[in-house]
């Protein structure tokens, strides 16, 4: 695994190396090949994808944002599914992180409780 964005103290960026898919039931919201993780001090990792990899026609902005001193400002997206279902503010962006973090700016990262599972690798996502 390669490390990444290193400038930032507190804040690590581990490239992931294998396929990564996020299901909301059966439903894959993101794959891809190209994530990374972020991990920040006791705080769980985070899979950070980058948008063409995932159902972006399934994501509207929000008006929501919050500031990490160590990462940026981060908006944020609502997911909006077929079924009815709806995930407010479920989703983050950095559009302008920190400096050495300019890896975040076109990824987006999910709230575990909405990925019902992550599938890692090539095994079979339904």
């Known amino acids: ?5 290193s400038v930032n103290p507190g804040v690590r960026l581990i490239e992931v ?3 990564v898919r ?3 039931g059966d439903l894959m919201i993101a794959d891809s090949r190209n994530v990374i993780q972020l991990e920040e001090g006791s705080l769980r990792p985070v899979y950070y994808f980058p948008k063409r990899d995932v ?10 944002s919050t500031h990490c001193g160590l990462k940026g400002e ?17 989703v983050w962006q ?27 690798g090539e095994a079979e996502a339904a």
Not at 1 to 5: A, I, N, Q, T
Not at 55 to 64: E, K, Y
Not at 95 to 117: C, M, N, Q, T, W
């Open 17 to 19: 190396g294998h396929r």
């Open 74 to 90: 981060a908006n944020y997206y609502t997911i909006r599914l077929q079924d009815g279902r709806v995930f407010d503010n479920a």
């Open 55 to 64: 159902r972006m026609d399934l994501l509207s902005p929000t008006d929501n």
């Open 94 to 120: 950095y559009a302008d992180p920190k400096a050495g973090l300019a890896e975040l700016s076109d990824r987006v990262a999910f709230y575990g409780h909405v990925i019902d599972r992550w599938v890692e």
């Open 22 to 24: 996020g299901m909301i």
């Open 1 to 5: 695994m390669l490390k990444l964005g």
